[in-house]
């Protein structure tokens, strides 16, 4: 035990973080020169940009940063911030640095990106609508597990992020939460198995190919933790392992719980009360800051999901396959790429404007019902319900509205979507 918890040394990932190009700069400060950091500018920008949104940014640190500072770039937070479980405190000495290698750098960006909410939407919404229905659901359904227990964790067992130095933090996002275990690492490892063994079961598929693209895909979303400076590797290996377990455990029950949540005629009221305990009596944390409301968004997208997929085949708007398995994989033709994007189109503006209407009808609602002078999205049971109530229905028009009313409406249906049930 005692050698494992030497994994959480941050001079490893440091280590690795030298042998990947990212250097620290000797004798500069936050007002550095730019000129002898190679591609420090695109790489500055590119991480601007993906911390641009993130609402944990200390705001008083704006038009103050300069090239190659991981503190100086809005990787510090401010008070109202610092919980108590953020390695990055206000107290913590700039880091200069050089970004030496540029394809270690735009890898680690791309694995990053695998494990961010954006890549979640754009992949979950274009397999359903576009690929297979089966195959989204029982991958989410597996997703929401490790993803709740992750966040779970996390707040309960508050460990911090690696302290900078010895690490240089090149993403300043998700700072703001605990770090053990990495639920990046844990979603980049359970999503690409479930993929590779449900494509494999259902598809006439190189299994040689499929494994290797599951392969890359965990390596680089593992990889790219070290290399952001924002886990040990303790915790990477500790979500590697856990989702190891997690999808050894669920995989081959899949087929009889997608089975029950489509067929039995309590199914519903059971995941709503199973969702709501999830985010409520399971998960009694008030944490500003902490991991809850990325995890009450998780079992509420779910819950929604799964309710749509209940009506689809209550209203007979699907049916058993008519085909046997495994099917064939045929090549993509202009007209199917047309209606691809079509249906993503017109599905995400769907879903943009749902957002939107339901968050401010929610956010107004709660306000009132928890007695509330003024209307207020940061108090912390409006935030929780408004946004239960807020992902439920962007899972149930994910699954149910827009497949089976819009795309339907507008003609550019996916005929083979109405069958893929159990």
């Known amino acids: 035990m005692e050698k ?6 941050p001079e490893y990932v440091r280590k690795f973080q030298g042998m990947c190009g990212v250097l620290i700069k000797q004798n500069n400060n936050c007002g550095s020169s730019t000129k002898n950091t190679r591609y420090g500018h695109r790489h500055e920008e ?5 911390n641009r949104n993130c609402p944990y940014q200390n705001e008083n640190n704006s038009g103050k940063t300069d090239v190659g500072t991981n503190e100086c770039n809005g990787d510090s937070f401010g008070d109202d911030a610092d919980d108590g479980h953020s390695s990055t405190k206000n107290d913590n000495s700039p880091v200069a640095y050089e970004i030496k290698y540029k394809l270690p750098y735009y890898l680690a960006q791309i694995g990053a990106f695998l494990g961010d909410e954006i890549f979640y939407f754009v992949f979950y919404s274009y397999l359903a609508w576009n690929l297979d229905m089966v195959v989204a659901r029982h991958t989410a359904m597996v997703w ?3 993803m709740y227990l992750g966040q779970r964790t996390k707040d309960y067992l508050q460990w911090p992020r690696p302290p900078a130095p010895p690490v240089i933090h090149l993403e300043a996002c998700h700072l703001h939460e605990s770090s053990m275990p990495s639920t990046h690492a844990m979603a980049g490892t359970a999503m690409p198995i479930v993929l590779a063994v449900t494509i494999s079961s259902r598809y006439e598929c190189s299994y040689l190919l499929v494994g290797s693209v599951a392969v890359l895909w965990c390596a680089l979303v593992c990889l790219s933790r070290l290399y952001l400076g924002v886990h040990t590797i303790l915790d990477v290996l500790c979500g590697f392992i856990s989702s190891i377990v997690i999808c050894a455990v669920m995989i081959p029950c899949l087929p009889n719980l997608d089975y029950y949540q489509q067929h039995h005629a309590f199914a519903p009221l059971v995941i709503l009360i199973a969702g709501i305990s999830l985010c409520t009596i399971c998960y009694p944390t008030t944490e500003k800051h902490g991991a809850k409301a990325k995890a009450v968004e998780i079992v509420s997208v779910t819950t929604g999901i799964c309710v749509g997929l209940w009506i689809n085949y209550q209203l007979g708007f699907v049916t058993e396959p008519h085909e046997p398995m495994p099917y064939q994989i045929t090549a993509p033709t202009l007209k199917w790429t047309a209606l691809t994007l079509c249906r993503f189109v017109c599905g995400s503006a769907v879903l943009g404007v749902g ?10 609602f709660f306000s009132m019902y928890f007695g509330l002078d003024k209307v207020d999205e940061r108090h ?16 149930f028009m994910t699954t149910c509205g827009a497949p089976m009313f819009v795309f339907k409406a507008l003609g550019i249906e996916r005929i083979s979507a109405f069958y893929e049930c159990y």
Do not use: C, D, E, W
């Not at 494992?4 to 040394?9: E, F, R, S, V």
């Open 144 to 146: 929401s597990v490790v």
């Open 380 to 395: 912390p049971s409006v935030r929780m319900a408004h946004k239960f109530v807020t992902y439920f229905v962007i899972g």
């Open 4 to 9: 494992l918890m030497q994994l959480k040394n």
């Open 355 to 364: 957002y939107i209407l339901v968050k401010t009808l929610s956010v107004r």
């Open 46 to 50: 590119s991480r601007r940009k993906r």
